[in-house]
């Protein structure tokens, strides 16, 4: 082969960056500001723009969406219909439903690896799940305890950890085998998980018990845990969100209709956030300035200023909101 002179060897260079440029712009589109809000009671999807607070659209997307999720590339959301056994796969930009795929029975919350693949839990078969969204197979079905909930993934994508609402558990499952390696005994009726950013410490929220767990992941031991009543009145500990920087812990507490914010070191309570009411899930903006609850029983979502801990609108949405995921 008869080698590129200097000059066609540049522009050829320069063909191929210009080629990169364009594939790296294509593949992180601006973010559309949107959030989105599951709701259980009239079976819909609120779509709302962030930028002015308003509801932009509203989706019939199946029967008792609960969990919600964003796929890795932000392309699509991801809808659990509890009553349909299914996945809604709506498109963040077109907001149309692209397609449902089998989730096992009664799909309640879950979790995006960064594969692409879903674990999730089903409800009233004691089992978690693992979904290709692109192929709509169920690849594993992983015998939990009772009536699981929450799924939170490492951050290195190796375990998957599993909450069982009447088994007061915590199921470490690898991700390799897609097998149970550790059962956790925790507070009673555990809801959701949350790992810091380099996986060293888990967090569980515990509803009837009214605590916050902290989770030594490695050792799988529990080093704090804090009693949310002494603060909050009728606290039931659902949502969790860790700040960017992991000095923060925010938790949803269901009755207690605030929003606690934690030392997620010390788990020390620093400040009380009132919301409305049946708090339950929560999202944070990409910069880390506004908090967003959904309060499953007042209908709405409160938008809340993290520098001052204080809510700063509300805005109206369907018949009990229960998830939220944010695309910005």
Known sequence: MKPLSQASFIKQAVLVAAAWAVCVACSSADPTHRLFVTNEGDNTLSVIDTRTGEVEATLEVGNRPRGIGLSPDRKHVYVANGDDNALAVVDVRSLKIVKTIPAGSDPEAFAVHPNGHIYLSNEDEGKASVVDPQSGEILAEIP??????????????????????????????????????????????????????????AYISCEVAGQVVKL????????KTVKLRKQIRKAKPKGLRLSHDAKVLYVSTGRGAAIAVLDADSLAVKAV?????????????????????????DNTVSVIDT????????????ERPWGVALDD
Not at 151 to 157: E, N, Q
Not at 273 to 297: C, F, H, M, T
């Open 144 to 201: 939990v305890g009772i009536e699981p909930e929450g799924v939170g993934i490492s951050p290195d994508g190796k375990l998957v950890m599993v909450t069982s609402e009447s088994t007061n558990m915590v199921h470490v499952i690898s991700v390799s085998t897609n097998e149970v390696v550790d059962n956790i005994l925790v507070g009673a009726r555990p809801r959701e998980v949350a790992f810091t950013p380099d996986g060293r410490w």
């Open 216 to 223: 030594d992941v490695e050792t799988k031991q529990i080093i």
């Open 273 to 297: 956030i009132p919301v409305g009411k049946r708090v339950w899930g929560l999202a944070l903006s990409s910069d880390g300035s506004r908090l967003y609850s959904a309060n499953g029983l």
């Open 307 to 318: 520098e001052k801990n204080v809510e700063i609108n509300t805005i109206a949405v369907g």
